[in-house]
């Protein structure tokens, strides 16, 4: 049997999430909420520390916030561009594609952001990931081609995930 390493703070992150979260769910922000909330925040991952067998790295504050800024206008465009092609193009006109993306990501956390990411921009959705966790199956609404799906995906969000996560 392994020894979990046991810590005051076993992540950080995590307890601030639950600060947070706590205090968003009480409905206001009071000595009282941030007090019992701070509790919370040590407890949980206390109690759930022999579930985390990798302690998460820390990641850098501003590539994450290039991803996010990137994500956040992408999302937006997509809009746009989706409103335009459902308003202006038959469905006979739309070129409607499936995209087997090979991942170079390992890390569980990671390949959930990719596929989150994806299906979060309008016009795309995850539709299935291998077995193996190696290649996701996209749909585009309307594109081109598939490889050109493909390389924007690998190019714009998954080259950033892993100089992120791995």
Same mark, same amino acid.
């Given at each position: 049997?392994?020894? =979990?390493?046991?810590?005051? /703070? @076993?992540?950080?992150?995590?307890?601030?999430? /639950?600060?947070?979260?706590?205090?968003?769910?009480?409905?206001?922000?009071?000595?009282?909420?941030? !007090?019992?909330?701070? +509790?919370?925040?040590?407890?949980?991952?206390? $109690?759930?520390?022999?579930?985390?067998?990798?302690?998460?790295? $820390?990641?850098?504050?501003?590539? !994450?916030?290039?991803?996010?800024?990137?994500?956040?206008?992408?999302?937006?465009?997509?809009?746009? !561009?989706?409103?335009?092609?459902?308003?202006?193009?038959?469905?006979?006109?739309?070129?409607? =594609?499936?995209?087997?993306? @090979?991942?170079?990501?390992?890390? @569980?956390?990671?390949?959930?952001? /990719?596929?989150?990411? +994806?299906?979060?921009?309008?016009?795309? &959705?995850?539709?299935?990931?291998?077995?193996?966790?190696?290649?996701?199956?996209?749909?585009?609404?309307?594109?081109?081609?598939?490889?050109? &799906?493909?390389?924007?995906?690998?190019?714009?969000?998954?080259?950033?995930?892993?100089? +992120?996560?791995?």
């Amino acid at each position: 049997m392994t020894k =979990v390493k046991r810590s005051f /703070l @076993p992540h950080p992150f995590l307890t601030a999430i /639950l600060i947070v979260v706590w205090c968003l769910l009480s409905g206001g922000i009071s000595l009282g909420t941030v !007090v019992f909330g701070a +509790i919370l925040g040590i407890l949980i991952p206390q $109690a759930t520390a022999a579930y985390w067998p990798d302690a998460p790295r $820390a990641v850098g504050l501003f590539k !994450v916030t290039v991803y996010v800024l990137i994500v956040v206008w992408d999302i937006i465009v997509a809009n746009v !561009v989706v409103a335009w092609v459902v308003l202006t193009k038959r469905n006979r006109d739309m070129k409607s =594609v499936w995209v087997a993306i @090979p991942l170079e990501l390992r890390t @569980p956390e990671a390949i959930a952001i /990719l596929a989150g990411t +994806i299906t979060l921009t309008p016009g795309t &959705v995850t539709a299935d990931m291998s077995d193996e966790g190696h290649c996701l199956l996209i749909h585009a609404l309307d594109a081109d081609s598939a490889e050109a &799906v493909r390389d924007d995906i690998k190019n714009r969000y998954e080259r950033r995930l892993k100089e +992120i996560f791995e």
